[in-house]
């Protein structure tokens, strides 16, 4: 009974949005999961990354992007255009993008939108025409990566292994350290 309780306990901590003290003056901090969607068991390829779920998405300006044919890193960004977190983030993207164009695919999906407002949204933040995005209207895309908010980005490499993932702003440097790995490791 002492081992249930005891696996009880460790498994609440190790939860999504566990509670963490620390200190005397204990603070209590919530952290929400970049993840919520239950999924089949996910295989594995290299160096025991999970294999990013397949996805074809018609693209706004209408072509399509299927993962499984990407033949390179993928640059996978969750963002909706009246998210002021992803009107501060994306830009840097954007400018990053253009020195890794040849590199690396950037694909944006859109959710929760006006069509003509993420269109308006898109001509602002993506600049460069790096930055290939479109509607995710049923959440799809969305709900296959178990994404709830945004801006969340996903780091896939060439085999499809997922390299990197975060919620919320990242600076320049980081973003650059985060693609520079990431072609890194697809060789």
Request: hydrophobic share 45%.
């Amino acid at each position: 009974m002492r081992r249930l309780v005891a696996l009880a306990v460790l498994l609440a901590a190790c939860s999504p949005g566990a509670v963490t003290t620390s200190g005397p003056a204990a603070t209590t901090t919530t952290v929400p999961p970049v993840t919520t969607a239950t999924h089949p068991t996910v295989p594995t390829v290299d160096h025991d990354r999970p294999l990013a779920p397949d996805f074809t998405f018609e693209l706004a300006d209408g072509t399509t992007f299927t993962l499984s044919k990407a033949g390179k890193p993928v640059y996978l960004v969750f963002w909706a255009e009246w998210c002021p977190i992803c009107r501060k983030e994306l830009p840097v993207v954007d400018e990053i993008s253009a020195r890794y164009a040849g590199q690396v695919e950037f694909i944006a999906p859109a959710w929760r939108s006006d069509p003509g407002y993420a269109e308006q949204g898109a001509a602002e933040l993506f600049d460069s025409g790096v930055i290939r995005w479109g509607l995710d209207d049923e959440e799809r895309i969305f709900s296959l990566y178990g994404v709830s908010y945004q801006p969340v980005t996903i780091l896939i490499a060439a085999d499809r292994t997922v390299y990197d993932q975060w919620a919320g702003v990242r600076d320049l440097e980081e973003i650059e350290q985060a693609i520079e790995g990431l072609i890194a490791v697809t060789g």
